[in-house]
């Protein structure tokens, strides 16, 4: 068996697509999600280390999961607050945002239901489908008459699944015309705001005001808010379901009481500094001035930069590392082969220097 394991990854390495674990590096940041610039904001850090002072037992473990010994009275409130700034009856928080949809999508969806899921939904949505006794349909990329041909085939009841911001290209969903659809055809629509939530405010949904037509949402807190966990926005009878029959709630761990407050404490800070979000939106502006080519929306923080060779993309980003720039090549097979791409990700703390100077070298290659 070990032999099966060992030729697969030779082969990778040979590739040269081999995944490793590496320390984080010394460099200009234009790879992490931390699109805000709130996992190392000092402010923020300071008003976190004081509620840790005023009481230690944040820091305590929570000794099982949240339906045996590890839910609080801290948790219990903090679910209750995001429900009420999203504007939905209620929350269910999770430890990452891989695990919410993992919840989701193989406990709500049974053997009658059909998951009609956008090509390019997260691997997880994927991965909980396979959990799941239903069937699963893809629709192409944010093409409404692809996904309305689908719908109008179906005899059963149906999930409609979709990003509101996409991670591998940055581009936006036409949300409002999708959550039209689900309604026209009596779908449940559920939509995971990972990347949108801190970078349109509380994310597209809201946005939009599309709470009634929205089944459930997923928003985490380890991209923009710079801290970890995940909350599912529901009705209180989805809630229910998911924490009496939702493996991934039910038989994990709870985390630390001090996660639930440094989520409540980020809502609370974003609510005071609107100017993080207005730079970044500055900063997306500058790079998009450069006109380079991109496939990614004008308003979003991350721009994919299509470089259709593995060998090509791997010159070019270590020219980039070269000169101190921090990138994220996307190889095939993670995406389609001719699709391989450099993700940039920019944040309210690259300077408008930073960003023309990445851009300089990146058309250098181009």
């Given amino acids: 068996m070990l032999k099966k394991f060992q030729e697969a990854l030779d082969k990778r390495k040979e590739e040269g697509i081999l995944r490793t674990l590496k320390t984080k590096s010394v460099g200009i940041d234009f790879y992490s999600n931390d699109y805000l610039g709130l996992a190392g904001n000092e402010e923020l850090q300071t008003q976190l280390l004081q509620k840790v002072q005023a009481n230690p037992t ?11 010994s590890g839910n609080s009275n801290i948790s219990d409130e903090t679910e209750e607050y995001i429900a009420e700034q999203h504007q939905y009856p209620a929350a269910l928080l999770f430890s990452s945002g891989y695990n919410a949809n993992l919840a989701l ?39 409404l008459q692809d996904l309305e041909s689908i719908l109008k085939k179906q005899t059963g009841p149906c999930f409609i699944a979709i990003e509101s911001l996409y991670s591998m290209d940055g581009d936006l969903a036409p949300l409002q015309e999708i959550a039209a659809l689900a309604k026209r055809y009596n779908a449940a629509l559920i939509v995971d705001e990972a990347h949108a939530f801190g970078v349109f405010g509380y994310g597209l949904i809201d946005k939009y005001q599309l709470q009634k037509d929205v089944f459930a949402a997923v928003v985490t807190y380890g991209k923009a808010l710079g801290a970890h966990g995940a909350a599912i926005l529901c009705d209180e009878t989805v809630k229910s379901y998911l924490v009496n029959f939702a493996s991934p709630f039910i038989y994990t761990t709870a985390a ?32 998009r001035n450069q006109n380079i080519e991109t496939p990614s ?13 593995n ?20 190889y095939s097979p993670t995406v389609k082969v001719g699709t391989e791409r450099l993700r940039i990700c920019l944040h309210r703390f690259n300077t408008e220097n930073e960003i023309i100077k990445l851009t300089e070298i990146i058309k250098i290659f181009l």
């Fill in 256 to 287: 630390q009481d001090f996660l639930w407050v440094a989520i409540k404490t980020g809502y609370e800070f974003l609510k005071h500094k609107p100017e993080l979000s207005e730079k970044l939106h500055q900063n997306i502006e500058i790079f």
């Fill in 105 to 143: 999508f193989s406990t709500l969806p049974d053997r009658h239901h059909t998951i009609i899921v956008d090509e390019q939904i997260h691997r997880s949505v994927h991965d909980a489908c396979r959990m799941s006794h239903a069937r699963k349909l893809k629709f192409l990329h944010n093409d």
């Fill in 311 to 330: 060998q090509q993309l791997r010159i070019l980003q270590k020219a980039l590392f070269d000169h101190n720039f921090l990138t994220y090549a996307v």
């Fill in 58 to 68: 944040l820091l305590s473990g929570s000794s099982g999961s949240r339906l045996i």
């Fill in 297 to 309: 929306s004008k308003l979003s923080p991350i721009q994919a930069i299509l470089v259709p060779d």
